[in-house]
């Protein structure tokens, strides 16, 4: 996976950087990042993010129905940057609207984590399903081989016959010749004979 500096993300968004650093900061609970040491790195999904962002900014949607935007859309929730926002609203100066706000934000980051759990669920489902027809699938393939090694078998077993058909074949024919030059010889002998005593 290619990480990327916040530096890297406004130029393939097309905004400028403070731009790019207050959605960071406004949307964090819908920015996919994660932290090496003191450094900040952004997965390539957050491009996606921004983005859609960025159209909903287009379109003059404010903060609130951007967040609701982004939840309808099914863009994942960062729970740990959901918690921290709750607790920077409880900091803040004015923690009253702040964490009416928050609660919100995160009552919708609730339900889109129990709309992901149930996705999930159906994910796993439809990967038992799959097992289960690979698991058939190898089963009939187990099955195929071995009716082709006895159907090999049978084949083996028929040239095997073919062979020993074609050595009686074989035989036959030399006998009959055999028979054939014995029946030559003895009509030649009864020739010979029939000429001797037909003689006398």
């Given at each position: 996976m290619n990480l990327l500096r916040k530096k890297d993300l406004h130029d393939q968004v097309g905004v400028a950087k403070s731009t790019v650093a207050d959605w960071v900061e406004d949307f964090a609970v819908y920015i996919p990042k994660v932290k090496q040491?003191?450094?900040?790195?952004?997965?390539?999904?957050?491009?996606?993010?921004?983005?859609?962002?960025?159209?909903?900014?287009?379109?003059?949607?404010?903060?609130?129905?951007?967040?609701?935007l982004l939840s309808e859309k099914g863009f994942p929730v960062t729970v740990d940057e959901a918690i921290e926002d709750v607790k920077q609203a409880i900091e803040a100066d004015n923690p009253r609207d702040n964490l009416m706000n928050m609660m919100m934000m995160t009552g919708q980051a609730?339900?889109?984590?129990?709309d992901q759990d149930e996705r999930l669920n159906g994910h796993d489902e439809s990967l038992r399903s799959l097992e289960e027809r690979q698991?058939?699938?190898?089963?009939?393939?187990?099955?195929?081989?071995?009716?082709?090694?006895?159907?090999?078998?049978?084949?083996?077993?028929?040239?095997?016959?073919?062979?020993?058909?074609?050595?009686l074949q074989e035989a036959m024919?030399?006998?009959?010749?055999?028979?054939?030059?014995?029946?030559?010889?003895?009509?030649?002998?009864?020739?010979?004979?029939?000429?001797?005593?037909?003689?006398?």
């Open positions: 040491g003191n450094v900040t790195y952004y997965k390539p999904e957050t491009i996606d993010v921004l983005k859609f962002i960025k159209q909903c900014r287009d379109q003059n949607y404010h903060k609130a129905q951007i967040m609701q609730v339900a889109k984590l129990a698991r058939r699938q190898e089963e009939l393939a187990r099955e195929i081989l071995r009716e082709t090694r006895e159907v090999a078998k049978d084949v083996e077993d028929v040239n095997s016959l073919r062979q020993q058909v074609n050595e024919a030399a006998t009959q010749e055999a028979l054939d030059r014995a029946e030559q010889t003895l009509q030649r002998k009864a020739t010979i004979w029939g000429r001797i005593f037909g003689r006398k």
